[in-house]
């Protein structure tokens, strides 16, 4: 029974709020730290359990601090964002490069991994179409061997299946104007290359 004449211990809600803000601060930390471990593209291992092992919580804790798994994800997202300073918010044409820069810096320090085993078949033809890009820029530039690879590399790029599908599924574009919008930036790149601007001029 408590003393009625004892004053009672005030209620330090300050501390409590920094103790919560300190738990959600480890749990993202271990969240960018787990994320780190598999390929950039790869989120399926970011899970609530994973996370709270790692930040040596309780799952009852991530899920105080983030309700579903998503929100936790979208928590980690924005903070490798803001490890990368990138604000898409207040991104111009004149800021795209830098912004990209920074990204696939950030991206390089990320384990790289294929994403898919691919038939013997499919594997040939594009090693056949590395080789003819390569050929072909290193007839049309007067190159070091590291510049003649990124030009035909980015070329590849461009050209890939990967690159159209993206552009039809992920931006909606229509075929007809996904290929016009690939072969107008191989326009420019292939102008570039006869002009004798390289990646590094």
Do not use: C
Not at 23 to 38: C, K, M, P, Q, S
Not at 42 to 52: F, I, R
């Amino acid at each position: 029974m408590t003393d009625p004449g004892r004053p009672r211990r005030a209620y330090d809600s300050s501390r409590r709020r920094e103790g919560a803000a300190e738990t959600r601060e480890r749990i993202l930390a271990a969240g960018v730290e787990l994320l780190h471990r598999y390929p950039i593209w790869n989120w399926q291992p970011l899970t609530v359990p994973a996370v709270a092992h790692r930040a040596e919580v309780t799952e009852r804790t991530v899920y105080r601090h983030f309700p579903t798994e998503r929100a936790l994800r979208d928590a980690v997202l924005a903070r490798t964002a803001e490890d990368v300073d990138v604000d898409l918010d207040a991104m111009t044409l004149d800021t795209v490069e830098g912004f990209t820069a920074r990204v696939l810096e950030y991206v390089a320090s990320f384990p790289v991994k294929e994403r898919q085993q691919r038939d013997p078949t499919v594997v040939a033809a594009r090693e056949r179409q590395r080789e003819a890009l390569l050929r072909a820029v290193a007839a049309s530039a007067a190159w070091a061997e590291p510049e003649v690879r990124a030009a035909a590399a980015m070329l590849d790029v461009l050209w890939s299946v990967v690159s159209f599908e993206q552009l039809v599924t992920e931006w909606g574009m229509q075929p007809q104007d996904a290929i016009a919008a690939i072969t107008w930036v191989i326009r420019v790149l292939r102008d570039a290359i006869r002009e004798d601007r390289g990646p590094r001029s």
